[in-house]
């Protein structure tokens, strides 16, 4: 078996802003894991707010055993970017080597497409209202918030795409003041979901004041042994490979978030097609997607993924599993 790691980058269609900042291009890392003439591959996308870099990443990569199983890899590496790509990486190859789909070797129904959140960066109302109007064919958007200063955006938002259902995620900018503020007025516009509201460490209040509208768990929800803190504070769970450490631990996380009694959200960072491909997995009849990154991007892989007016299509073989 021969593990092998490079650095890529994707140039986005435009620069995309959330609350922590702006990107005009995808950092991604790639893996590859051949074994004698079958080769399997996966993504990962390193986040400065876990501590990650592409440098730091790739140094755990490279630090594993030439030989190793799904399992072994679990026990050799926590949750995060580097675990994701292996273990995806694993899966594509377990599929090529047996002759069958990634679906298949979990024991799950043949997928379909999905529909998708849209997302809006963060920007000035005028720009955001814009961005809405030209979206406003989407069943779903995604808009990122996160300042002091949201209502305006969000107003421009609704009145550009009146007939869109709406979702904000303020990546952890707001307080409990701001959102207890702002919390009858995104019910007023018709938002569904509000994502990750408080910074992660600082959202005990969650549990103490009113959530009219379901709250998501995004930067507080990592895999399963981070459920149990989540209880009485969020109504539904972000799950992203990324922070999950792949699909192995995303399936899990999402029938134990399911049995806890959360809804499911399947998250992702700003990747290629390929990174995205076994999330589709984990999206199956989860209540909200949000996996568009591949729309966000000026360039992607040689066998992207397909969206259409039915959402995001499961990967064909060429792209992964």
């Not at 009849?285 to 259409?308: C, F, K, S, T």
């Amino acid at each position: 078996m021969k593990l092998s790691v490079r650095a890529e980058e994707f140039r986005l269609a435009e620069a995309f802003t959330i609350s922590r900042g702006s990107r005009t291009e995808a950092k991604v890392l790639t893996v590859t894991v051949a074994d004698g003439g079958a080769a399997g591959w996966g993504e990962c996308v390193p986040y400065a707010r876990y501590d990650e870099t592409l440098e730091s990443v790739t140094a755990e990569i490279e630090r594993l055993p030439e030989r190793l199983s799904r399992s072994e890899l679990q026990e050799l590496l926590p949750a995060g970017a580097a675990r994701n790509a292996v273990d995806c990486a694993l899966w594509d190859l377990e599929a090529k080597a047996a002759g069958k789909r990634a679906w298949e070797l979990a024991g799950l129904a043949a997928p379909g497409p999905v529909v998708t959140a849209y997302t809006l960066s963060l920007g000035a109302p005028d720009a955001m209202w814009a961005a809405a109007a030209k979206n406003a064919w989407r069943p779903l958007l995604k808009v990122k918030l996160g300042t002091e200063a949201d209502m305006p955006r969000l107003e421009a938002v609704r009145e550009g795409a009146p007939d869109s259902r709406i979702i904000v995620d303020a990546n952890e900018g707001w307080s409990a003041e701001v959102y207890s503020e702002l919390a009858p007025h995104l019910v007023r516009l018709g938002v569904e979901l509000v994502e990750q509201p408080l910074p992660a460490g600082d959202d005990g209040m969650l549990a103490e004041i009113a959530r009219p509208i379901p709250v998501c768990a995004d930067e507080s929800a990592h895999d399963r042994a981070t459920l149990d803190g989540l209880k009485g504070k969020y109504d539904i769970v972000n799950v992203k490979l990324d922070k999950t450490g792949g699909l192995t631990e995303a399936l899990a996380m999402k029938a134990a978030a399911e049995a806890a009694g959360f809804g499911v959200f399947v998250g992702c960072m700003v990747g290629s097609s390929l990174a995205m491909a076994p999330a589709v997995l984990v999206a199956q009849g989860a209540q909200v997607v949000d996996l568009d990154a591949p729309m966000l991007l000026a360039e992607d892989r040689d066998v992207p993924l397909v969206y259409d007016d039915r959402g995001v299509w499961p990967p064909e073989a060429g792209l992964w599993g």
